[in-house]
C-alpha cells in the first residue's frame, strides 16, 4: 500500500508541496530556506507529535518521581530534537533514522525499568513500524520488526528471571494520561497517512479520466478527418479491409467508390481558404446524410473523399450508388452569400473483380476516377484493366511533352472564322498539335489534359499564345486584312498572377495590336465570383484584348457574372450545334443562348458548323460568327494563309 503512496508524493505534478527527486534513504542536505517536501513536513509533524509524547511522559515520570525514566524521556527528547534539525537541513532518511531508533531504544529502557510486557509504551510498537514503514526502506522496517521482537522475547526472560516483578501496574491517572498521549499520538499519524492515501487516489482517479480522455483524443486525430469528423484515410482501409473479409465470408462485392470535386481548386482560390474548408464540410455533411444507411463515407485528403459500399450482389446497384453520390453534389453549395455548384468524377473499383486487397483497390477506384474527369468530369467511372495501361501511355506523354516543346514537336493550327451576314473571314482560333515523333499529329483532347496534370500547360499556352501573335501579325504584313486570333486558355494559366503580363509581352514582342487578340476561356472558371479573375479580366479589357467563353451551354457559369466579368462573346457548344438539325431541343438551346447573348449585349460564335442547313439556321438565329468543317478544319499557318488568300479571292460564303 505504501508503494504507489511513496511513488505519488514524488510526482511533480504538485509544485506547492516540492518532493524530494531521489529515494527518501539518500541524504540531501537542503540549502536552508528551501520548501519543506511534503515527506519532511510529515516527518515534522510526526516528530512534534512524539516530542510531545516523550514530553508528557517525562511530566508524568517526574510526578511520580521517577527520576531514571525522566533521565531516559529527556534523553529521547534531546536525541528527537537532533532528529528534527536532521529534518530541517532535509537530511530525511537520518532524521528518520535516529527517530525511528530513539523510539524503539526508549520504549525498549521505558519497559525494562517500568512493567516490562505490562508496559503502555508496547502500544507505540505498531506505530513505529508504520513509520518505519513510510519513512525508511523495507530492510529498516524488518530490523526494527526484529529489534521490537527480540526486546518482548527479553522482556519474557527478564519477567521469568525475576528482573522485572509482574506486578499489574496500578490504574491510576498517569497511566490513562500516558495512554491517552501515545493513542492520540497514533491517532494523529494514522489521519495525516490516511489524508495523504486518500489525496492520492483521488489525483489517480482524476489522472485515470484524463489518461482515458486523451486516449480518446489520440483515437480521434488518428483517425478521424480533423476539419469534417469523418474517418480519415486510416480508419477508411481498415473499414474496406472488414468489409472484404467479410465479402469474402458472405461471397458478395465491395465497391469503393473515390470521389473527387471537379472545381474545387477555384472556389478555393476564388472565394479564399475558408470558403474552401466550409464547402468541404457540406459536401462531408450531404454525403454523410446522404449514404448513412448504405455505406462508409472518409475523407482522403484536399478533396478526395471515399465512399465504401459492403454487401453488393450487382453492379447496377454500384452504380445506382454513384449516381445518387452525384446527384446529391449537383445541387448549389450556399457559400458566402453564393450558390456555388460543384461537380463531381467518381472512380469505381469493385472486388474481387478489380483487387482483392485494400491498396489495389483504392489504386484502381483513384485510376478510374481519373478516367471519369478526363471523360469530361461530372461523371463516374468503373475501372477496367486497360485504365492501367493508360496510365502508363500517361508518363509517356508527360515525358514526351516536356521534350516536345524543345524539339518544336508543337504546331499551331488555324481554323477560320466567319462573319455569317457578309461571309467575310474575320479571323481564325489558334488549336495546337503536337506532331508525335511515332504517333504522328496527337489531338490536343489527348495531350492537354496531360499538360494540365504535370503543369506543363503553362509552357505550352505561352508557347501557344506566342506563336499564334506572330502568325497573326505574319497575315497583317501579307496583307490578309485585320484578322484576329483566337487562344485557348487553361483555366489553370489564369491561376497564375502572370498570365496579363505574358499576354501584354506576346502582343509587344510582334507589335500586334491588343484588339487582334482573343482569349477563349471555359466556362468552368465562371463558377464562383472569382475576385481574382474579375480583376484579371477586367485589366485584359483594358489592354484591349477580347475575351470569349468556350464551349458555352456545358457547364454551370453563373449568367449574371457574365458582363461582370467583362466578356465579349460567347462560343456556343458544338454539341448543340451539331445536334441542332435532328433535336428541336438543341435547337431551342441553341436559339436561347444566342437571344441571351444579345440581351446581354454578347456576340455569338457557333462552333462546329459542319453543313449549309445549320448556317441557314444560326444566320435565321441572329448568330454573328461561325467555324466549323463547312468551311475548314484546322489549318497550319501557311495553309490557313492560302485558305484566306482563295476565299478573299471568291468573297463569298462557300457552300
Ligand atoms: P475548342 O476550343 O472547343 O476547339 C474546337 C474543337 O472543335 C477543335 O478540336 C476543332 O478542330 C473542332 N472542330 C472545329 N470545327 C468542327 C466541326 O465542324 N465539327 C467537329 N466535329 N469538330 C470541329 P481540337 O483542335 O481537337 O481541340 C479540342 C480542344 O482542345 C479545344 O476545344 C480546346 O479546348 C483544346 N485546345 C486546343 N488547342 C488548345 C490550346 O492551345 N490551349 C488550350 N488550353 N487548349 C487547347
Ligand atoms: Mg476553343
Ligand atoms: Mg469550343
Known amino acids: 500500500m505504501l508503494v504507489p503512496v511513496r511513488r505519488a508524493l514524488r510526482r511533480p505534478s504538485r509544485p506547492a508541496i516540492a518532493m524530494p527527486s531521489s529515494s527518501p534513504t539518500t541524504d540531501h542536505t537542503l540549502p536552508p530556506g528551501t520548501v519543506l517536501t511534503l515527506q519532511q513536513r510529515r516527518l515534522q509533524q510526526i516528530l512534534w507529535a512524539v516530542l510531545a509524547t516523550f514530553g508528557t511522559a517525562a511530566l508524568t515520570s517526574f510526578s511520580k518521581n521517577d527520576y531514571a525514566s525522566v533521565a531516559l524521556e529527556l534523553a529521547a527528547v534531546a536525541l528527537l530534537c537532533l532528529a528534527y534539525r536532521w529534518n530541517q537541513q532535509g537530511a530525511l532518511a537520518r532524521a528518520s533514522q535516529l527517530m525511528l531508533g530513539t523510539l524503539t531504544a526508549g520504549i525498549f529502557a521505558l519497559m525494562a ?17 508504520l513509520f518505519a514503514g513510510m519513512f525508511g526502506n523495507r ?16 522482556m519474557f526472560v527478564l519477567h521469568q528471571a525475576g528482573v522485572i516483578r509482574a506486578v499489574e501496574a496500578p490504574v491510576d491517572l498517569q497511566r490513562l494520561v500516558m495512554m491517552v498521549t501515545i493513542m492520540a499520538a497514533i491517532g494523529f499519524f494514522v489521519w495525516l497517512l490516511t489524508g495523504d492515501l486518500q489525496r492520492t487516489l483521488a489525483q489517480l482517479a482524476s489522472e485515470k479520466e484524463a489518461l482515458a480522455q486523451s486516449l480518446e483524443r489520440i483515437d480521434v486525430l488518428a483517425h478521424r478527418d480533423t476539419l469534417t469528423q469523418l474517418p480519415n484515410r486510416t480508419l477508411a482501409k481498415d473499414r474496406l479491409e472488414q468489409l472484404l473479409l467479410q465479402a469474402r465470408r458472405d461471397q458478395c462485392m465491395v465497391a469503393a467508390l473515390y470521389l473527387d470535386l471537379d472545381n474545387f481548386k477555384t472556389v478555393n482560390d476564388s472565394l479564399g481558404h475558408a470558403a474552401g474548408d466550409e464547402l468541404l464540410c457540406l459536401v462531408a455533411e450531404r454525403l454523410g446524410s446522404g449514404l448513412r444507411e448504405c455505406g462508409t463515407v472518409a475523407r482522403l485528403s484536399g478533396d478526395e473523399f471515399l465512399i465504401l459500399l459492403g454487401g453488393i450482389h450487382t453492379e447496377e446497384a454500384v452504380a445506382a450508388s454513384a449516381a445518387r453520390v452525384l446527384q446529391l453534389l449537383a445541387q448549389p453549395f450556399r457559400l458566402q452569400g453564393l450558390d456555388v455548384v460543384v461537380t463531381t468524377s467518381l472512380g469505381i473499383a469493385v472486388a474481387p473483380r478489380d483487387g482483392s486487397d485494400v491498396d489495389e483497390l483504392l489504386k484502381n477506384a483513384d485510376l478510374a476516377m481519373y478516367r471519369a474527369k478526363d471523360s469530361g468530369r461530372n461523371a463516374f467511372r468503373f475501372f477496367d484493366a486497360s485504365m492501367n495501361e493508360n496510365v502508363v501511355e500517361h508518363l509517356h506523354m ?41 504517333l504522328g499529329f496527337m489531338p490536343p483532347s489527348k495531350f492537354i489534359p496531360v499538360a494540365e496534370r504535370t503543369g506543363l500547360i503553362n509552357e505550352v499556352g505561352a508557347w501557344v499564345l506566342n506563336r499564334s501573335c506572330l502568325d ?28 496579363e503580363h505574358e499576354v501584354a509581352n ?47 451551354g456545358t457547364g454551370y457559369s453563373n449568367l449574371a457574372y457574365l458582363q461582370r466579368f467583362a466578356v465579349h462573346r460567347l462560343k456556343i457548344d458544338q454539341s448543340f450545334v451539331r445536334r441542332m438539325g435532328s433535336s428541336t431541343h ?27 442547313a445549320m448556317l441557314r439556321k444560326l444566320q435565321g438565329f441572329g448568330c454573328e460568327f461561325g467555324q466549323g468543317f463547312h468551311w475548314s478544319p484546322a489549318l497550319p499557318a501557311d495553309g490557313f494563309c492560302a485558305f484566306v488568300q482563295r476565299h478573299q479571292g471568291t468573297a463569298g460564303l462557300t457552300g
Open 113 to 129: 525499568t517500568g512493567a516490562g510486557l505490562y508496559d503502555e509504551g508496547t502500544l507505540a510498537f505498531p506505530a513505529i513500524l
Open 139 to 154: 530492510r529498516m522496517l524488518l530490523v526494527l520488526m526484529a529489534w521490537q521482537q527480540g526486546a518482548l522475547v527479553l
Open 398 to 438: 508527360a515525358s514526351g511533352l516536356r521534350t516536345a516543346l524543345a524539339r518544336g514537336e508543337l504546331q499551331v493550327h488555324y481554323q477560320p472564322q466567319f462573319d455569317l451576314h457578309s461571309g467575310r473571314i474575320i479571323g481564325a482560333e489558334a488549336l495546337v498539335r503536337w506532331k508525335h515523333p511515332t
Open 472 to 499: 497573326a501579325k505574319a497575315w497583317r504584313l501579307r496583307g490578309l486584312g485585320e484578322l484576329t486570333v483566337a487562344v485557348n486558355v487553361s483555366p489553370l494559366q489564369f491561376h497564375r498572377d502572370n498570365i
Open 506 to 552: 506576346a502582343l509587344a514582342a510582334c507589335q500586334l495590336p491588343a484588339s487582334a487578340l482573343e482569349l477563349e476561356l471555359t466556362e468552368s472558371l465562371l463558377v464562383a465570383d472569382a475576385h481574382h479573375l474579375s480583376e484579371v479580366l477586367q485589366r485584359l479589357r483594358t489592354l484591349g484584348v477580347q475575351i470569349a467563353i468556350d464551349d458555352f
Open 586 to 612: 438543341d435547337e431551342g438551346i441553341v436559339r436561347a443562348i444566342i437571344e441571351m447573348a444579345h440581351c446581354l449585349g454578347l456576340q455569338v460564335v457557333a462552333e462546329g458548323v459542319e453543313d449549309a
